[in-house]
């Protein structure tokens, strides 16, 4: 019967044995203290209780030894504590450059899941087991979080923002899907699954998916709302070419600068005065209420093939670009 009703959910991510580590170091540090000045406060309550009502203490002098030592053991154990927990933090924020990207929006009361290849769920993952995968996750409502218990991860999901997580599935397996924020009264139906597979197992499952890829969907979208007209690819409109741009360092006017990165994208198309490009003018028009958050996504994953191809021609269009850091400035995005 016990084995039915497990403490902790099952490991299920690489990372999910220092978190549940530190996590037990934690617990064990607080349990240690409690139990010790439980145990100090029913010895002392003994051991210097009053014996009689004329009964006068001994005077007690202080001790600069034990002074120090208490002071200097927390200080110690709470220093080990933010380095420990630092360096869990910095392990999970930052994705490794290979992972695999996967797009979440949330909605009341479900989560919509857009694979680069074209492939869409809906409060459904389906991943390969031994590959980082990254999760760029937006909401087209009110705040919802994202939340595997088996993976130990968990990221609060905001409007008008874009945030992100990663993780390694370990083993094949199904695990749970939460929404961790009260986002209304259907909050306890949004749950799903995320189906963890092998590589081989993956790749099929892609293949009965979408017929076309986000970036081939984010360029018909691209030409559906007449973007191509003023950005064209050529260099000659009249607005910056976006062939390079994203991940790249852009100049704004006044002399600013900012990295092209999804958020600046999503900006750049739903509020363009925002952050003018150094040398055009703030012609663009908003699109506000013509592109849904899963347009925006598949219009940055075009952009982003913009950029790989510009580096390397012979990538094709339905291989977007993954991690690329490198900043070289001047390149205008808009």
Known sequence: MLKNLPLFPVEGSTGAHEVDALYFYLIAVSAVF??????????FAIKYRRRSPYEVPKPIE???????????????????????????YFDHAVPPRNALEIFVVGKQWMWKLQHPEGNREINELHIPIGQ????TMTTEDVIHSFFIPEFRVKRDVVPGRYNNIWFQA???????IFCSQYCGTQHSAMIGHVYAMTPDDYQNWLAGGGDQSMAKRGEALFQQLGCSSCHNLDGQGRCPNLRGVFGNTVLLRGGGQVIANEAYVRESILFPEAKVVAGFEPIMPTFQGLVNEEGLLQ????IKTLSTRAANPSVPLTSPPRGRTTTPAGVPVR
Do not use: N
């Not at 139990?35 to 100090?40: E, G, T, V």
């Not at 053991?73 to 380095?83: A, N």
């Open 62 to 88: 202080g001790s600069w030894f034990l002074e120090t030592l208490w002071s200097v053991i927390p200080m110690l154990i709470g220093i080990s504590m933010f380095v420990w927990g630092a360096k869990v």
């Open 170 to 176: 370990m083993r094949p397996g199904t695990y749970h």
């Open 299 to 302: 219009l940055i994953a075009y």
């Open 34 to 43: 409690t139990i010790a000045i439980f145990i100090c406060v029913m010895v």
């Open 132 to 135: 980082p995968v990254k999760l």
